[in-house]
């Protein structure tokens, strides 16, 4: 049997590997994204994959299409799920459709990965790759075998690769960084300040603020401090920038999607300011009415992201309405960077609906008198039933 596996070259993938050979007797071709990992992980991986008696190892470059198609559109829906971007659960998609196209090249019989039981990232995968290749068989051994990060270390060690006792379970892309694992199992307890790799402590980051300028076109941003700047160097320079503030750090109580409440630690320096940037400019140029319906939307959006619904027509018909409001979502936001913040101060756009002449305490754009009959009437049902209670 032919299999290809999603492959990180962390513990649970190499551990997938072995168990794919010895107890499913399969010839394993890895897989392994670049979706704005560190580079490092790459040799790592690669290393660990011939190691482990891989049949072939595969590297593919999706960090732009990962941006293009999946960063950005998720910008446009403000897509964050119980107070924290979505980074993790957006990778998977771009990830599990390249194993599928894979497997589907190499004439393979089945996909794998390394998914617990426990996550949310198996509900990513298996419908993912569903979707992409109904007919192949989804294989995930640690699921299926019911392991331990423990046992899987124990194992690896008797295949003859010791594994590096590590306290975190880490995964992290252009777009943010997750941390589980341990101590952060235990929520009454900070965060250590090891758990954190992309940014620096607020504590000591510089006391000067920093002014960033984004520019937007269509919700998506395309220019950093005056510069066109295409996405992936966009958010790396902005993850730099941010990161060095101790902009987006964040720490939740998550609710997954089997029903298990979770601790979890995240990292999402540029997504944090881009967001942030992105919700002025909209609060700027939209109207009140399609502000209170995309609020809504966007809500739905992130939530069948983070379910692993990425394939469901609903999530296109959801787009469809996003789409339209972001034609006018095109302006300058200035954004300052302070420690363990990112504040807007200040917004502009050819499509703004502030109208400075009309809502000025000092101009005289707006006859005052009308607005007395308004008040007439407005909340006249809430004084009738009180006169009446």
Not at 82 to 110: D, H, K, Q, V
Not at 215 to 221: D, T
């Amino acid at each position: 049997m032919k299999v290809v596996l999603g492959f990180s070259g962390g513990l649970d993938t190499c551990a997938c590997l072995k168990l794919l050979q010895e107890k499913y007797g399969a010839e394993v071709i890895t897989v392994i994204v670049d979706v704005g990992q560190r580079p490092e992980l790459f040799r790592v991986a690669e290393e660990r994959a011939r190691k482990l008696g891989a049949a072939k190892h595969v590297y593919v470059d999706a960090k732009e299409e990962f941006v293009r198609e999946y960063v950005f559109r998720s910008v446009k829906a403000n897509g964050c799920y119980e107070g924290y971007p979505l980074s993790i659960s957006l990778a998977r998609y771009p990830t599990a459709s390249w194993l599928a196209r894979i497997a589907l090249r190499e004439g393979a019989e089945a996909v794998a990965h390394g998914c617990t039981g426990k996550g949310n990232d198996q509900f990513r995968f298996d419908l993912t790759l569903s979707a992409q290749a109904p007919g192949l068989r989804i294989i995930a051994p640690i699921r299926e075998l019911n392991l331990t990060r423990e046992a899987e270390v124990e194992y690896l060690g008797k295949c003859g690769l010791p594994f590096p006792s590590t306290p975190y379970s880490v995964d992290e892309n252009l777009w943010g960084r997750s941390v589980e694992g341990k101590e952060l199992e235990d929520p009454s307890r900070p965060p250590p300040e090891e758990a954190f790799q992309l940014t620096r402590s607020p504590a000591e980051a510089p006391k000067e603020p920093t002014l960033v300028t984004l520019g937007f076109e269509g919700g998506v941003p395309v220019f950093l401090n005056g510069e066109r700047t295409e996405g992936v160097r966009l958010i790396r320079e902005l993850n730099l920038l941010a990161g060095a503030y101790g902009v987006g750090r964040i720490d939740v109580m998550e609710d997954r999607i089997l029903g298990l409440k979770a601790r979890e630690v995240y990292e999402a320096p540029a997504a944090t300011v881009i967001l942030e940037a992105h919700r002025a400019l909209e609060a700027l140029v939209l109207t009140r009415e399609e502000l209170a319906v995309k609020e809504r939307m966007d809500r739905k959006w992130s939530e069948m992201v983070y379910g692993g619904r990425w394939f469901d027509p609903l999530r296109e018909d959801l787009e469809a309405f996003i789409e339209a409001t972001q034609r006018r979502v095109t302006g300058e936001v200035k954004v300052e960077l302070l420690p363990g913040r990112a504040q807007v101060v200040g917004r502009s756009s050819p499509h703004s609906l502030y109208d400075r002449e009309r809502v000025s305490f000092h101009l005289q754009g707006f006859d005052q008198r009308m607005s007395a009959s308004v008040t007439k009437f407005h909340g006249l049902d809430g004084r009738i039933q009180r006169m009446r209670g």
